[in-house]
């Protein structure tokens, strides 16, 4: 077990860290500067854990073959088999970045503080990014069903602070019940950073590690121990099963290529 306790301890390091230098980015006076800081924070750790057939960029929004474009997405990290639209503020500095949605796996949007507003504007950016379209065709039965793939790209909220979770969940279900959204556009998971994961089950259901039921599209609560770091090992984890899912779409841009309207 000492190797597992050591992951648990390097993680928990790192969760510890993201939060002393958040603190610390709150130096910046402008709202903007401190946007950009904590962004930046969690992509240097994205960037440092993910598979090498992940990308991650800052994300500017994310549209389909229909024309339709997602609302502001912070973080995309976007497949290796995908066109790149990658956006450089100045030479070798990147900016904010698109993609298609069958180059995404996952979608982050990342917040200072989560409370009732930061929370609606994440649901609602995250609300906005188009379903995949429908895979045709036989798929790896090794992978699972259908579901993985047409849930893609993965959705998480990312937060360095928070309100308590159970007041987190009443602004959930407040949103959902004032703007009804499907259950695979909703987030999968929502993390404060060193305080609480809130995970979206699926529609089978789950179970707890104390063999507890969780009921099917429930939001579940996980607190306690070393959650900043289950939580950071969670989301890699989730990243990294959405490559393996994402990596069996066969990806063309001939349906985006045959409606851009050249002269």
Excluded: W
Aim: aromatic share 10%; proline share 6%.
């Amino acid at each position: 077990m000492l190797l597992f306790e050591r992951l648990r301890d390097y993680f928990q390091g790192i969760a510890d860290g993201l939060a002393g230098q958040r603190s610390a980015s709150t130096v910046f006076p402008n709202p903007t500067d401190a946007g950009i800081s904590r962004e930046d924070l969690l992509i240097e750790f994205l960037i440092g854990h993910l598979p090498k057939r992940c990308e991650a960029i800052k994300g500017g929004f994310i549209f389909d073959s229909e024309g339709n474009e997602s609302r502001q997405v912070d973080l995309i990290i976007t497949n290796d088999l995908t066109l790149q639209f990658k956006q450089f503020d100045k030479p070798g500095q990147l900016g904010k970045s698109f993609n298609c949605v069958e180059g995404c796996y996952c979608a982050i949007s990342v917040k200072t503080r989560l409370d009732g507003q930061s929370l609606s504007d994440a649901l609602s950016n995250l609300a906005s990014i188009p379903p995949m379209p429908h895979v045709q065709g036989r798929l790896n039965p090794m992978l699972g069903g259908r579901d993985h793939f047409q849930d893609l790209p993965y959705k998480a909220i990312f937060a360095f602070d928070g309100i308590a979770p159970q007041t987190t969940l009443e602004h959930v279900e407040k949103f959902y019940a004032d703007s009804p959204v499907p259950q695979n556009r909703r987030p999968d998971l929502i993390i404060v950073n060193n305080y609480c994961a809130i995970i979206h089950v699926g529609k089978q259901g789950g179970e707890t590690r104390d063999g507890s039921k969780i009921a099917p599209y429930a939001f579940h609560v996980v607190q306690g121990f070393e959650v900043g770091a289950y939580s950071l090992m969670f989301l890699l984890a989730e990243i990294q099963a959405a490559a393996n899912y994402g990596s069996q779409i066969l990806m063309t841009f001939d349906q985006y290529l045959n409606k851009i309207p050249f002269r």
